[in-house]
């Protein structure tokens, strides 16, 4: 998939078949959190795997805004240092794996926002480190509508110059 087609056309996941995703695509998933850029190559995150469907029902009942990890084939809990860096690139790094695994057919959504300390506690984080977010995978129960997204207006949004300022394309 084009990387462009996939901006486009990802959409939240809240529901998943019980199909298991193979191991190379989950691979895949966690190498595009790993090579994302980070602001002075800090690197401030870590991926801890949750594949157990025990381990999976025990997060969604820790996170309110993901009651569906329960349901999905795995998850990914992205943690960061505390540093001035940490949150801007551990957000890049939780797109980074949610396209990726898009181009894979596999659906994924941001669920919670650090801090979590009942998850630090879960899954042994040292209180020095905190959980930015819990990313569930799966496959879509569903076909997802791509690319249909309910998004501001290009003029609503883009400006050339200085904020006001209207963007016209240019060709």
Same mark, same amino acid.
């Given at each position: 998939?084009?990387?462009?087609?996939?901006?486009?056309?990802?959409?939240?996941?809240?529901?998943?078949?019980? !199909?298991?995703?193979?191991?190379?695509?989950?691979?895949?998933?966690?190498?595009? %959190?790993?090579?994302?850029?980070?602001?002075?190559?800090?690197?401030?995150?870590?991926?801890?795997?949750?594949?157990?469907?025990?381990?999976?029902?025990?997060?969604?009942?820790?996170?309110?805004?993901?009651?569906?990890?329960?349901?999905?084939?795995?998850?990914?809990?992205?943690?960061?240092?505390?540093?001035?860096?940490?949150?801007?690139? %551990?957000?890049?790094?939780?797109?980074?794996?949610?396209?990726?695994?898009?181009?894979?057919?596999?659906?994924?959504?941001?669920?919670?926002?650090?801090?979590?300390?009942?998850?630090?506690?879960?899954?042994?984080?040292?209180?020095?480190?905190?959980?930015?977010?819990?990313?569930?995978?799966?496959?879509?129960?569903?076909?997802? +509508?791509?690319? !249909?997204?309910?998004?501001?207006?290009?003029?609503?949004?883009?400006?050339? +110059?200085?904020?006001?300022?209207?963007?016209?394309?240019?060709?």
């Amino acid at each position: 998939m084009d990387t462009f087609d996939a901006v486009q056309t990802v959409l939240a996941v809240r529901a998943f078949q019980e !199909k298991p995703v193979p191991a190379e695509v989950k691979n895949r998933i966690l190498e595009a %959190g790993r090579l994302t850029g980070s602001g002075s190559n800090q690197q401030p995150w870590y991926f801890i795997l949750i594949e157990g469907r025990a381990e999976l029902q025990q997060l969604a009942a820790l996170v309110r805004s993901g009651p569906y990890i329960a349901q999905a084939d795995f998850a990914v809990v992205v943690v960061i240092e505390q540093s001035s860096m940490a949150l801007s690139d %551990g957000s890049r790094a939780v797109q980074s794996m949610i396209l990726a695994a898009w181009d894979d057919g596999v659906g994924s959504n941001w669920t919670g926002f650090s801090p979590m300390p009942e998850v630090n506690k879960l899954l042994n984080i040292p209180d020095n480190l905190d959980v930015l977010a819990i990313l569930p995978f799966g496959y879509p129960v569903k076909q997802v +509508g791509q690319g !249909k997204k309910k998004r501001k207006a290009p003029e609503e949004v883009f400006y050339r +110059g200085k904020f006001g300022q209207p963007y016209t394309p240019k060709s």
